[in-house]
Nanobody
Framework: QVLLVESGGGLVQPGGSLGLSCAAT????????MAWYRQAPGKQRELVAT???????AVAHTVNGRFSISRVNAKNTIYLQMNSLKFEDTAVYYCHADTLLYRGILHRDVWGQGTQVTVSS
């Protein structure tokens, strides 16, 4: 079953902004570090940003100064704000959780289904 659901992808022009959300479905608790990854066509999946349960965040150097990650634990949700988008930001963006409890059962290495972000003029 799908435990993490991404939303907010779409088409945006270079220099534009887009926000992504990732929400855990019901009956989920105790989510550890969450992250955003992306995978461009023909490339390996890469880490974009992370947010720990205690609120420590980090972004990859490739998006530093343009992207920011935030997390609302009460909503089991993370967000990715993407500004000054470039052609090379085009990718499928995936949400990830290191561990979570679903109906009391521990799940590790949990992925969302991904959302497409396309930067094009």
């Amino acid at each position: 079953q799908v435990l993490l659901v991404e939303s907010g992808g779409g088409l945006v022009q270079p220099g534009g902004s887009l926000g992504l959300s990732c929400a855990a479905t019901e009956s989920i608790a105790g989510i550890s570090t969450m992250a955003w990854y992306r995978q461009a066509p023909g490339k390996q999946r890469e880490l974009v940003a992370t947010a720990t349960a205690s609120g420590i965040t980090a972004v990859a150097h490739t998006v530093n100064g343009r992207f920011s990650i935030s997390r609302v634990n009460a909503k089991n949700t993370i967000y990715l704000q993407m500004n000054s988008l470039k052609f090379e930001d085009t990718a499928v963006y995936y949400c990830h959780a290191d561990t979570l409890l679903y109906r009391g059962i521990l799940h590790r290495d949990v992925w969302g289904q991904g959302t497409q972000v396309t930067v094009s003029s």
